[in-house]
């Protein structure tokens, strides 16, 4: 077979389209993406850089015909910090592959995945995106009046999006772990996952799902699933949903509508209806829980305090204004049927209590003030109130009123000291008004005061107490007011009531956890000691250690109150007491000695009553021959002939103060008898309690000169070798009940 012979120009023809064949391919395979790279370096490594007033770094750029895949994407600014604003493991972008051959780019589709966002505010309130958003709605608006638009995808996308944001300001970290989202011009969607937010101080939230929708036409919808916010420990709101939707007719407006329940019991127990403008950024909620019974909240209250819970019910509401800089708060609560049970309350369950509230205040942001300006509450059908403040400043920031001096913009301030859960500044105020002192008594639960049961009262009682506390300068503290008890008056007393003290009596002791004696304090017991046979070296001493002002009192150190509570505050705990020696006579003779509140509520009444029915040298007679020196050792009888071989009419200075010195804790310093030999502390609190009775003129010249000469001498019969001495001191305080109800 014979091919047709080709001319010469179609072999020319030939030619030439195969060598532009080839150079097209060339360019498709080698130009074309270079030219494609350069574009988008200079498109959005430079010009879009430029918009946004950041540095935008791409790792790698990959494209081919109608498609580019940047990696490593960074944009970053100088308020960024260790990490970029954004970071973007990788984008793909999806274009008219056409119109890219002419040099134009119509971007279809843009994905990302891989989207870390980190967001911060220094403490001085400069972020590192706000100016951002400034310069995007400029390009909105050039965009919308014929200015250039830039390069727009039809649509965007976002997978696998976590965000960070951390407010040095408030202290606030909020942290996305998940989400993904896109825009078209037809439809918003974002969905976001794990969402978690804290702050110091103040409430912690978390959300489970959020998911944002919006159509054409149709005001956004936010929807929420599962939050919970924990206002303090072991008690949250829980199950939170609902939804956030764009007000059609105020487009800055947003309406709430949520509801949930508490410490994830599975109820729907609230509900929370309100708005918030976000242009003006204030808004309004009002929060109610309707009433229902407090069983809807078994899971939470299992192994609380809180016991047959079945027939408590509660209702409250809570309207909330809220701006950029404070919270306006108002309303009220309804409790009723609450039964009690906890060691450290009663040694029963206390039943039938019940509650109600009034309450408003506001919450300043810029200071963490806290003022509660009203909180009126009702219990047991007794009114009373508390008002104050609580300031709470961040760790860096001192009160501006605490400050002294001018203030260097430079100045780095000192961290100032803080109270529990970073409090500052405290200033309350109780006040019961007036009311009849049996109705004050009767509406005591007789659980929490049995040694109460059975009083009849007349007069009128209330209280005004103030309390101010700045933890920067804690001997600046304030504790003022009082306590009307005095102008009641005991017309009617049960048989158990201290008046039976007047006549001699049985005391009963627990000296080891179950093992009991007792022993008449009275002339019948031969180891009993009237007053007046009692050193005076003694008397003096217990008082200048105890209770100075023992005579002239009615049963309360006013003044130690505060100094108790100022030590108590500056040692962070509460080990200093302000018990007059009336008082410790009530808590050795007609109380448990449990560190309870119905025992200390008790305590208080009784003492008042004591001071009433007895004179004060019965009291400190009562006193002196109760009270513990020892392992078994009650009495100062039995205490003086044991350690000094001695009545305790012939106590000498020394003598009476090492009594005193060893009160606080008699069983562990009993050792000292044990070995014979005092110890260095107690040698110096010796010396400073004989100072002091000089000082205050309890010892003349001569008699606190020969003290502190007079050596102080034990007297053993040697029937107890000191290896025993000390196993029987060891096994005593073994033994012995805590006064802590926690630890029984």
């Known amino acids: 077979m014979k091919f047709p012979k080709l001319s010469r120009r179609w072999w020319i023809a030939g030619g030439v389209s195969a060598g532009a064949l080839l150079l097209v391919v060339i360019c498709l395979a080698v130009l074309y993406p270079r030219v494609g790279q350069w574009k988008i370096r200079d498109k959005v490594g430079t010009k879009f850089a430029k918009k946004l007033g950041r540095d935008i770094r791409i790792g790698s750029i990959d494209v081919s015909l109608g498609h580019a895949v940047l990696r490593n994407v960074d944009v970053r600014g100088p308020l960024d910090g260790d990490t970029p604003l954004i970071h973007v493991d990788r984008v793909d972008v999806k274009f008219d592959a056409l119109a890219s051959l002419v040099g134009s780019v119509k971007i279809a589709e843009a994905k990302a995945d891989g989207v870390m966002v980190t967001l911060r505010r220094d403490k001085y309130g400069r972020d590192n995106v706000r100016d951002i958003l400034d310069r995007l709605r400029n390009d909105d608006a050039k965009s919308q009046s014929g200015g250039s638009s830039g390069l727009k995808p039809k649509r965007i996308a976002a997978t696998r999006v976590k965000v960070l944001a951390d ?62 916010i924990s206002l303090w420990p072991r008690m949250a709101l829980s199950g939170i949903g609902g939804k956030i939707t764009q007000d059609p007719k105020r487009p800055t407006n947003y309406l709430l509508d949520f ?211 700045d933890w920067m300068h804690l001997d600046n503290l304030a504790l003022g007011g009082h306590v009307g008890i005095n102008h009641c008056k005991v017309v009617e007393e049960p048989a158990d009531s201290p008046k039976r003290l007047l006549e001699p009596f049985e005391h009963y002791v627990e000296y080891e956890k179950g093992e009991w004696m007792s022993f008449i304090v009275g002339p019948e017991n031969p180891d009993f000691v009237p007053i007046d046979q009692i050193s005076q070296n003694l008397v003096k001493s217990i008082m200048t250690t105890e209770d100075g002002g023992f005579y002239t009192h009615r049963g309360f150190i006013i ?127 010796i010396e400073r309690i004989l100072a002091l009775m000089y000082k205050r003129g309890k010892l003349t010249q001569e008699e606190y000169s020969r003290a502190t000469q007079t050596p102080l001498v034990f007297v053993k019969d040697g029937k107890e070798t000191e290896e025993d001495c000390m196993k029987r001191v060891k096994k005593a305080i073994k033994n012995s009940r805590s006064t802590n109800p926690l630890k029984k």
């Open 167 to 228: 407010d040095a300001m408030t202290g606030t970290t909020v942290q996305i772990k998940d989400g993904e989202g896109s825009w078209t011009k037809r439809e918003v969607a974002a969905v976001l996952r794990d969402m978690t937010a804290t702050t110091p101080g103040a409430p912690k939230a978390a959300l489970k799902k959020l998911e944002l929708h919006k159509q054409p036409g149709d005001a956004p919808t936010i929807v929420l699933e599962g939050g919970e």
């Open 259 to 469: 509801s949930g329940g508490y410490g994830g019991a599975p109820a729907k127990l609230w509900t929370a209806k309100g708005a918030f403008d976000s242009r003006a950024v204030k808004g309004s909620i009002d929060l109610v829980a309707a009433k229902f019974q407090l069983d809807r909240l078994a899971p939470i209250l299992a192994n609380s305090g809180v016991v047959d819970y079945q027939a408590t019910s509660v209702d409250a509401s809570l309207h909330v204004d809220l701006d950029n800089n404070s919270v306006q708060f108002s309303g009220d609560l309804n409790l009723s049927g609450l039964n009690v049970g906890h060691p450290m309350i009663a040694e029963q369950e206390v039943h039938d209590l019940d509650l109600s509230a009034k309450v408003a205040g506001n919450f300043d942001r810029a200071t963490r003030t806290f003022n509660l300006t009203r909180g009126d509450f009702v219990a047991l059908d007794v009114p009373f109130s508390i008002t104050g403040t609580v300031i709470s400043p961040r760790r860096d920031v001192v009160v501006p009123e605490l400050r002294t001096g001018p203030v260097s913009l430079d100045e780095k301030p000192t961290p100032p000291m803080k109270g529990p859960y970073g409090i500052q500044i405290l200033k309350l105020r109780l006040v019961i008004p007036p009311i009849t002192c049996q109705k004050m008594i009767d509406a005591i639960p007789a659980e929490m005061a049995p040694y109460m049961q059975g009083y009849k009262l007349k007069g009128m009682f209330d209280v005004d107490i103030n309390l101010d506390i």
């Open 559 to 685: 003044r130690e109150f505060r100094t108790a509570l100022l030590n108590d505050l500056k040692a962070h705990a509460f080990k200093f007491g302000a018990s007059s020696i009336t008082m410790q006579m009530v808590k050795n003779v007609l109380l448990y000695r449990e560190k309870t509140l119905a025992r200390k509520l008790q305590e208080l009444f009784l003492t008042w009553h004591v001071e009433h029915v007895l004179t004060k040298d019965r009291i400190l007679e009562v006193y002196f021959n109760v009270i513990e020196f020892g392992p078994a050792l009650y009495g100062i009888g039995p205490a003086a002939r044991h350690y000094f071989g001695k009545h305790p009419r012939d106590l000498n200075p020394t003598e009476a103060a090492f009594f005193s010195s060893i009160l606080p804790s008699p069983k562990a310093r009993y050792r000292q008898y044990c070995q014979g030999t005092l110890t260095k502390w107690t040698t110096g609190k």
